[in-house]
């Protein structure tokens, strides 16, 4: 896999190199990234995508190495320093302020203005326009609050192509949006292309940059592996190369766990401000997927068995016999948890040590009167810590510190040792590396082979297909189809995902 | 635990306390009777009310509240309990009793209403123990109809006054508080949830439990606090007045404060809360000493509360290095 010819490299790094205490983040590495072209960059969680992305944005500075930009010398000192050099990126995580509204937020490095007062009608003018290329039916006075994180990452990408930049770079763009709107956003991103901006595109899906790239670079432990056409390369060359081994199946399915007894059973559930209700249940040593759209009421279906949010309707039955969730707490109490879709915000206490976090959902098995006994917390954690391969470099290391594939392990982790029986994951491998989501995908596996009831929400439709004994697909507000594994089929499950919404329409 | 680990769980304390033995250093310098035996005893006494407060004003203020009615509710407590120990028909250590608790009750029931409405209705405690600021204090005059109240049960009076091996009493139930609280803290399942609702309260009722509880739990601990301190501190003055307390709020928070713990929650310690108490009293006792005024006083104790949180920024830094 040797570098093309370099025709104009717009972008020049150097023997590139970054530290942290205790991290080489980016060791030596040369990177030319010619004008006018999409280059990928792909790399497990931790192989220093996103330290590159920030160096290049003038949050971080190289120790050592040169970076030329357009022919000149480029040591950005701040993000500011960035964009008016020409350089934007659009992050994984969202810097939009939730109580403004949409166009002043996309607006807000340089709000248009009339004798000192903000121009409104202008702002409002191309807000329009923004949005329209970006394919959001909203208003621009909308307050950010009211969005989903879809239409937050439009914004977010609406604010990037708000001013001209040269370069863009987008982390992760896809990771919340739907296929209809990944469609849009590579419209987008080739029209800039004929623009003459260049590229930089980070994702974990390495079908899409297929789909968009020129070229790819592959980032393995904060060293480039190798930077190559997309054309002469393959998924699988590509998955090598990140994880420096060669990878089994991609999905592990355990054809010998048959499903059995149903474990629970949902009835008539309805989720505040959602007219359907919704039936369905999860047997024994099964894995029941859940697709649809985002925003099909997926999240908030199993947040509502759960308890995270008040549910208008509805009753469980655990094993026959039913059960009233008013609050999280007694889901737990019944063994039923959920590992939510935001699991910094939601799933960790991020500055707290593992053993902590692991601990939390069950403290009183590893205390006596009230008191913690930090040896025996400390023990069980190291059991789980090991048993997950969570690379952490202690049970009392912060979970912060952790990368993404991690902190998702410490997550499950925690309902592990509650010893649940329902399982709900929601979207529980975004934005997780390729290995860390191959072992998530075993460990279930393995749970369901213990005789555990697994319900898994994701956007990931091969994903899903991959893993699951039998999946529902959600569209507006109720299910508008099921599968076995053997009828698993994508034309089929997306036209079930789109039907509620196509039906709506004909009205 | 490695010693890394270790080395950033100290830098806090360790911080305060370096900032503590430095200061008590320069006013030994220069304030020739700072270190006599009588005025330490002093200062002791002088740092217990404010100390007891301040740990319960911990425990709230690592849920990221606030309570700023502990002053009111403990002259409320002080009247409540003065009505109690001037009750001449009942025998004195029934009197003395039924005066302890009936303190104690009323500022638990005041941090009960504290915490149930900013919890229920969702009212930052901000504008609640505000609220509670204006109401306990007007009972508290309504009550005692504006007077002080005086001669207690004699031993009740000279209980104040004693000493423990050579250490005054009051300050021995201070020390004994900080003790308790800091290991219900460290030590506790309560203390564990407290700190984890501080960091991530969403995450933690994901996790099944009732954050709501433990929120309200800490008003009521703090209330529990205040009604301790208004036994303390009428055993050191013997009396009982609705005139007591007035700023006492913000010497705790201060107090909490200067001791590291962080007002968005979740960061903290008792014995920081301590110390943040130690220098906050020490400042008092030597500027007074060094011949400052009340005013120049007050100049002083706000840079230095200023200055504690701005070095606490730095201190934040340089512990998260640590911590990598």
Same mark, same amino acid.
């Given at each position: 896999?040797?570098?093309?010819?370099?025709?104009?490299?717009?972008?020049?790094?150097?023997a590139?190199?970054?530290?942290?205490?205790?991290?080489?983040?980016?060791?030596?590495?040369?990177?030319?990234?010619?004008?006018?072209?999409?280059?990928?960059?792909?790399?497990?969680?931790?192989?220093?995508?996103?330290?590159?992305?920030?160096?290049?944005?003038?949050?971080?500075?190289?120790d050592?190495?040169?970076?030329?930009?357009?022919?000149?010398?480029?040591?950005?000192?701040?993000?500011?320093?960035?964009?008016?050099?020409?350089?934007?990126?659009?992050?994984?995580?969202?810097?939009?302020?939730?109580?403004?509204?949409?166009a002043?937020?996309i607006?807000?490095?340089?709000?248009?203005?009339?004798?000192?007062?903000?121009?409104?009608?202008?702002?409002?003018?191309?807000?329009?326009e923004?949005?329209?290329?970006?394919?959001?039916d909203?208003?621009?006075?909308?307050?950010?609050?009211?969005?989903?994180?879809?239409?937050?990452?439009?914004?977010?990408?609406?604010?990037?192509?708000?001013?001209?930049?040269?370069?863009?770079?987008?982390?992760?763009?896809?990771?919340?949006?739907?296929?209809?709107?990944?469609?849009?956003?590579?419209?987008?991103?080739l029209?800039?292309?004929?623009?003459?901006?260049?590229?930089?595109?980070?994702?974990?899906?390495?079908?899409?940059?297929?789909?968009?790239?020129?070229?790819?670079?592959?980032?393995?432990?904060?060293?480039?592996?190798?930077?190559?056409?997309?054309?002469?390369?393959?998924?699988?060359?590509?998955?090598?190369?990140?994880?420096?081994?060669?990878?089994?199946?991609?999905?592990?399915?355990?054809?010998?766990?048959?499903?059995?007894e149903?474990?629970?059973?949902?009835?008539?559930?309805?989720?505040?401000?959602?007219p359907?209700?919704?039936?369905?249940?999860?047997?024994?040593?099964?894995?029941?997927?859940?697709?649809?759209?985002?925003?099909?009421g997926?999240?908030e279906?199993?947040?509502?068995?759960?308890?995270?949010?008040?549910?208008?309707?509805?009753?469980?039955?655990?094993?026959?016999?039913?059960?009233?969730?008013?609050?999280?707490?007694?889901?737990?109490?019944h063994?039923?948890?959920?590992?939510?879709?935001?699991?910094?915000?939601?799933?960790?206490?991020?500055?707290?040590?593992?053993?902590?976090?692991i601990?939390?959902?069950?403290?009183?098995?590893?205390s006596?009167?009230?008191f913690?006994?930090?040896?025996?917390?400390s023990?069980?954690?190291?059991?789980?810590?090991?048993?997950?391969?969570?690379?952490?470099?202690?049970?009392?290391?912060?979970?912060?510190n952790?990368?993404?594939?991690?902190?998702?392990k410490?997550?499950?982790?925690?309902?592990?040792?509650?010893?649940?029986?329902?399982?709900?994951?929601?979207?529980?491998?975004?934005?997780?590396?390729?290995?860390?989501?191959?072992?998530?995908?075993?460990?279930?596996?393995?749970?369901?082979?213990?005789?555990?009831?697994?319900?898994?929400?994701?956007?990931?439709?091969?994903?899903?297909?991959?893993?699951?004994?039998?999946?529902?697909?959600?569209?507006?507000?109720?299910i508008?189809?099921?599968?076995?594994?053997?009828?698993?089929?994508?034309?089929?499950?997306?036209?079930?995902?789109?039907?509620?919404?196509?039906?709506?329409?004909?009205? | 635990?490695?010693?890394?680990?270790?080395?950033?769980?100290?830098?806090?304390?360790?911080?305060?306390?370096?900032?503590?033995?430095?200061?008590?250093?320069?006013?030994?310098? =220069?304030? @020739?009777? *700072?270190?006599? +035996?009588?005025?330490? &005893?002093? %200062?002791? /006494?002088?740092?217990?009310?404010?100390?007891? !407060?301040?740990?319960?004003?911990?425990?709230?203020?690592?849920?990221?509240?606030?309570?700023?009615?502990?002053?009111?509710?403990?002259?409320?407590?002080?009247?409540?309990?003065?009505?109690?120990?001037?009750?001449?028909?009942?025998?004195d250590?029934?009197?003395?009793?039924?005066?302890?608790?009936?303190?104690?009750?009323?500022?638990?029931?005041?941090?009960?209403?504290?915490?149930?409405?900013?919890?229920r209705?969702?009212?930052?405690?901000?504008v609640?123990t505000?609220?509670?600021?204006?109401?306990?204090?007007?009972?508290?005059?309504?009550?005692?109809?504006?007077?002080?109240?005086?001669? =207690?049960? @004699?031993? *009740?009076?000279? +209980?104040?006054?004693k &000493?423990? %091996?050579? /250490?005054?009493?009051?300050?021995?139930?201070a !020390?004994?508080?900080?003790?308790?609280?800091?290991?219900?803290?460290?030590?506790?399942?309560?203390?564990?949830?407290?700190?984890?609702?501080?960091?991530?309260?969403?995450?933690?009722?994901?996790?099944?439990?009732?954050?709501?509880?433990?929120?309200?739990?800490?008003?009521?601990?703090c209330?529990?606090?205040?009604?301790?301190?208004?036994?303390?501190?009428?055993?050191?003055?013997?009396?009982?007045?609705?005139?007591?307390?007035?700023?006492?709020?913000l010497?705790?928070?201060?107090?909490?404060?200067?001791?590291?713990?962080?007002?968005?929650?979740?960061?903290?310690?008792?014995?920081?809360? =301590?110390?943040?108490?130690?220098?906050?009293?020490?400042?008092?006792?030597?500027?007074?000493?060094?011949?400052?005024?009340?005013?120049?006083?007050?100049?002083?104790?706000?840079?230095?509360?200023?200055?504690?949180?701005v070095?606490?920024?730095?201190?934040?830094?340089?512990?998260?290095?640590?911590?990598?």
């Amino acid at each position: 896999m040797s570098d093309m010819d370099r025709i104009e490299p717009i972008l020049d790094l150097q023997a590139i190199a970054l530290s942290f205490p205790g991290v080489q983040a980016l060791d030596a590495v040369d990177l030319a990234i010619e004008k006018g072209e999409v280059h990928a960059l792909v790399g497990e969680n931790g192989a220093g995508k996103s330290s590159l992305v920030k160096l290049l944005c003038g949050i971080y500075q190289p120790d050592s190495g040169d970076i030329q930009f357009g022919g000149a010398h480029y040591s950005p000192k701040s993000p500011l320093d960035a964009i008016k050099a020409g350089i934007r990126a659009v992050y994984q995580e969202f810097n939009l302020l939730s109580y403004l509204s949409v166009a002043e937020n996309i607006f807000f490095e340089a709000l248009p203005r009339r004798i000192g007062f903000v121009d409104f009608r202008t702002l409002h003018e191309r807000t329009e326009e923004l949005l329209r290329e970006v394919g959001l039916d909203i208003a621009p006075t909308t307050p950010v609050e009211l969005l989903g994180i879809a239409q937050m990452q439009l914004i977010e990408i609406a604010k990037a192509i708000s001013t001209a930049s040269k370069v863009l770079i987008l982390d992760e763009p896809t990771a919340t949006l739907t296929p209809n709107e990944i469609k849009k956003l590579f419209a987008i991103i080739l029209k800039l292309k004929t623009q003459g901006v260049t590229i930089l595109y980070i994702s974990h899906r390495l079908q899409e940059i297929f789909e968009i790239a020129d070229r790819v670079t592959v980032l393995r432990n904060g060293k480039k592996v190798g930077t190559t056409r997309i054309d002469a390369i393959t998924v699988p060359e590509i998955v090598r190369m990140m994880v420096g081994r060669e990878m089994g199946t991609e999905y592990p399915f355990r054809g010998d766990v048959v499903p059995l007894e149903t474990l629970l059973e949902v009835k008539g559930l309805r989720y505040r401000g959602n007219p359907q209700s919704i039936s369905f249940a999860v047997k024994r040593h099964e894995i029941l997927g859940i697709a649809g759209l985002v925003g099909s009421g997926r999240t908030e279906t199993v947040r509502a068995i759960f308890g995270a949010d008040d549910k208008a309707a509805g009753q469980l039955f655990l094993k026959g016999a039913p059960i009233e969730v008013a609050n999280p707490r007694d889901a737990v109490r019944h063994g039923i948890c959920l590992l939510t879709e935001d699991r910094k915000n939601q799933g960790l206490i991020l500055d707290m040590a593992c053993s902590a976090n692991i601990t939390i959902t069950d403290i009183g098995k590893a205390s006596r009167g009230g008191f913690i006994n930090h040896i025996l917390e400390s023990d069980e954690s190291k059991r789980l810590v090991e048993k997950l391969a969570i690379h952490a470099t202690s049970v009392n290391q912060l979970v912060r510190n952790l990368s993404g594939g991690n902190q998702q392990k410490v997550v499950l982790a925690k309902w592990l040792y509650r010893n649940a029986e329902v399982l709900i994951l929601d979207e529980p491998t975004r934005g997780i590396d390729v290995g860390a989501k191959f072992e998530i995908y075993l460990l279930l596996g393995e749970l369901a082979a213990l005789g555990k009831g697994i319900i898994i929400v994701s956007s990931d439709l091969p994903e899903l297909m991959g893993i699951c004994h039998r999946m529902l697909v959600f569209s507006k507000g109720r299910i508008t189809g099921e599968l076995e594994r053997k009828d698993f089929d994508q034309e089929r499950i997306l036209e079930y995902a789109f039907s509620g919404y196509l039906a709506k329409e004909r009205t | 635990m490695n010693t890394r680990r270790i080395a950033y769980l100290m830098l806090r304390e360790v911080g305060i306390g370096i900032a503590l033995i430095f200061i008590v250093a320069l006013f030994v310098a =220069f304030a @020739p009777m *700072f270190a006599s +035996f009588i005025n330490i &005893t002093n %200062i002791f /006494i002088q740092i217990s009310i404010n100390t007891i !407060i301040a740990v319960g004003m911990t425990f709230v203020i690592l849920l990221a509240g606030i309570d700023l009615s502990v002053g009111s509710v403990l002259a409320l407590s002080t009247i409540i309990a003065g009505l109690f120990l001037t009750q001449k028909s009942l025998p004195d250590s029934l009197v003395i009793a039924l005066a302890i608790l009936g303190a104690i009750g009323v500022g638990m029931a005041c941090g009960f209403v504290n915490g149930y409405v900013s919890e229920r209705w969702k009212v930052h405690s901000f504008v609640v123990t505000l609220g509670m600021l204006n109401i306990a204090r007007g009972a508290a005059l309504e009550i005692s109809k504006a007077r002080t109240m005086f001669r =207690f049960p @004699p031993e *009740f009076d000279a +209980f104040g006054s004693k &000493t423990f %091996i050579g /250490i005054p009493v009051i300050f021995v139930i201070a !020390i004994v508080l900080v003790a308790i609280g800091s290991v219900v803290l460290r030590r506790t399942v309560f203390g564990r949830i407290i700190y984890a609702i501080g960091n991530n309260e969403e995450s933690v009722r994901l996790s099944g439990h009732n954050t709501r509880f433990y929120k309200v739990a800490a008003f009521v601990i703090c209330g529990a606090l205040v009604g301790i301190a208004a036994i303390t501190y009428m055993l050191r003055l013997n009396i009982a007045s609705p005139i007591l307390g007035v700023g006492f709020e913000l010497n705790a928070i201060a107090a909490v404060v200067i001791g590291g713990t962080s007002m968005s929650g979740g960061k903290g310690s008792m014995i920081g809360t =301590f110390l943040g108490a130690c220098i906050m009293g020490v400042l008092n006792n030597g500027l007074l000493l060094i011949g400052l005024g009340d005013f120049a006083r007050q100049i002083v104790t706000g840079c230095v509360i200023i200055l504690a949180v701005v070095l606490d920024t730095y201190r934040n830094k340089a512990s998260k290095l640590l911590s990598q």
